[in-house]
């Protein structure tokens, strides 16, 4: 089952502005929720300017250079998804005015919809800068993160922004779900709760509030979030992957063989039931179902990069190194600040003794995650190889020190970590 939001950039448009002590004149910021066509917007104005900034603007207007025209112009390009016309308009208007923030951030917008995910952060991250009270801005800054599926870095930005504006519900959540993909459960639980009255027709939404409160022990929450759910859509092959998926994150291996088997059943052909029973297959042991199964997800869903990332892994356990480094190799040119590729093309290099080239598949993966245990242990397994006894020793004392800590941590909530949930976040094609 598609799930399509929340996915869509937040648009920074209305008119022109300047901004840290420079006039703002009408800031409207806009959202639109894909699936349920919802629109809401924030609106924030400053008048104020000084007399200068005036005289440099009415002699911009005269020299047919006037920013708030040009602005315009960018605005409707991009409402019209004429995205080069509009990034010229914005990259002109700070031609004219390098502190307008507003424009900073329609360029970050523009390069989130080419999917080029570091020169969104960057314009964006300018935008804030000079606009760091606009909470649009932190909320792309949370999305950028939200769709590369670095949720740990995700959750900042994000939390400033259900700070400030509570009521969000694009902002709140995004948050529930970076809770949920980051295993911590209880904040999850009390993130998402808050949305019951307007999502608890949400299938995706009762599904990660179900979960995230039963590991939280929160046992009304969940019973009643999976109720509801089998309440909403009956007897649907929708409902039957999300309960498999329910099953299969609460080990009940039996009961989410049962459900997936009966959503293939009803929908052959529904995007991301294979792949959850290729994780079933996966977690029993049963190695060649598994991959038959990630490979029907694919034939459905051939841009879906978990897909290639655990049928690498499956690759892997069987042996079948060449395939496996293919596949680990696929999941990176679709997504190339994934993580877990670059540990299994370490594993596959470390066990045919390449170990520089493991090496550097876990420098690229440290680069990604800083806080990862496995990286450090892993890297110490290596250079050790190596003959970097050293170095290996303080890696292998760091990991030690990190799977300490997050053990105490993971005393707070359930244990069993969520397993990979691209139904839950793919974008609409």
Not at 254 to 276: C, I, M, R, S, W
Request: proline letters at 4%; one cysteine or more; hydrophobic letters at 40%.
């Amino acid at each position: 089952m598609r799930h399509d939001w929340p996915c869509s950039a937040l648009n920074v448009g209305g008119h022109y502005s300047r901004v840290q002590g420079l006039s703002r004149i009408g800031i409207v910021l806009i959202t639109v929720f894909t699936s349920s066509t919802s629109v809401w917007a924030l609106a924030a104005a400053r008048s104020a300017q000084k007399s200068a900034d005036a005289s440099r603007a009415a002699a911009s207007a005269s020299a047919g250079q006037d920013p708030e025209k040009i602005f315009a112009e960018g605005e409707a390009s991009l409402g019209k998804g004429d995205l080069d016309a509009a990034e010229r308009s914005f990259k002109r208007v700070l031609a004219i005015d390098p502190r307008a923030g507003t424009a900073y951030a329609n360029l970050g917008v523009i390069e989130m919809r080419r999917k080029h995910w570091e020169q969104a952060l960057d314009n964006l991250q300018k935008a804030e800068n000079l606009a760091p009270e606009i909470p649009g801005i932190r909320l792309n800054v949370g999305l950028i993160h939200y769709r590369q599926g670095d949720y740990r870095h995700a959750i900042p930005p994000l939390e400033s922004v259900v700070k400030d504006l509570p009521d969000s519900l694009q902002a709140r959540y995004l948050l529930g779900q970076c809770y949920f993909f980051t295993d911590r459960y209880v904040e999850a639980a009390d993130t998402l709760e808050p949305l019951w009255a307007r999502q608890s027709r949400d299938l995706n939404y009762l599904y990660v509030l179900g979960i995230s409160a039963d590991k939280a022990e929160r046992k009304e929450l969940g019973d009643r979030a999976i109720a509801r759910m089998a309440e909403v859509g009956g007897d649907s092959a929708e409902v039957h992957l999300l309960t498999g998926k329910a099953m299969l994150n609460l080990e009940a291996y039996g009961d989410a063989e049962k459900e997936l088997t009966a959503a293939a059943q009803q929908d052959p052909n529904l995007p991301f039931v294979h792949f959850n029973l290729g994780m079933l297959y996966e977690k029993n042991g049963n190695y060649d179902r598994a991959k038959t199964e990630f490979l029907k997800d694919i034939a459905l869903e051939p841009d879906v990069v978990f897909n290639y990332d655990e049928l690498g892994n499956v690759r892997f356990l069987t042996d079948n190194d060449a395939e496996a480094e293919k596949s680990y190799r696929q999941a990176l040119k679709l997504e190339p600040r994934m993580l877990t590729p670059h540990l299994g093309l370490a594993k596959v290099y470390q066990r045919q003794g390449q170990y520089e080239k493991a090496l550097a598949e876990l420098d690229a993966a440290g680069k990604l995650d800083l806080q990862s245990s496995r990286i450090h242990y892993l890297r110490g397994q290596v250079l050790l190889k190596l003959g970097r006894k050293e170095e290996a020793r303080k890696e292998i004392d760091t990991s030690v020190q990190m799977s300490s800590a997050r053990r105490e941590q993971r005393e707070k909530e359930m244990e069993g970590g969520s397993l990979p949930s691209p139904e839950l976040t793919q974008q609409p094609k």
